[in-house]
């Protein structure tokens, strides 16, 4: 049902935690169905210098959240804003059918703490430039 990388990144998940003076912070899902990402993350000179999630769900979310954070970085702005369900589910090796809804979440909260950070800095005239589709920001300050 799964590959070994989504059981190692399960297992033993990345960047798990939150930072304390996050630049930007994304969070979607819904507690009454199961899956709540949180991501946080710190931009030094337009590249991700550090990222962290919260993850409340299954397996596969839990996964999904840990390989977007190894993914995203050191990347630029504009390259962890082109990581999308689809690379995330390549990443590991691909994701059952019923689960690809986790690789949406995980990307869709890497993209909502981009958005808030380029919100939060002045920058939100470069939303729709960075993001391609943006996502209205779910964040907590």
């Known amino acids: 049902m799964y590959t070994d990388l989504v059981m190692d990144h399960f ?23 199961g899956d709540v990402m949180r991501m946080t993350i710190k931009v030094e000179d337009d590249r991700i210098a550090d990222v962290k999630f919260k993850t409340f769900g299954c397996g596969a979310a839990v996964a999904t959240s840990s390989m977007v954070t190894e993914m995203v970085m050191g990347k630029t702005l504009q390259e962890a804003a082109e990581i999308s369900n689809r690379t995330v589910a390549e990443a590991l ?33 470069e939303v729709a430039a960075i993001l391609k589709s943006p996502k209205k920001a779910s964040s907590s300050g």
Request: with cysteine; hydrophobic share 30%; net charge negative.
């Open 11 to 33: 297992s033993n998940p990345r960047n798990v935690g939150e930072i304390d003076d996050a630049d930007g912070t994304g969070q979607i899902g819904n507690p009454v169905c």
């Open 93 to 125: 090796g691909g994701l059952p059918a019923n689960k690809m809804h986790c690789s949406n979440l995980a990307a869709d909260a890497l993209h909502i703490a981009i958005e808030d950070y380029l919100n939060r800095t002045g920058r939100s005239d």
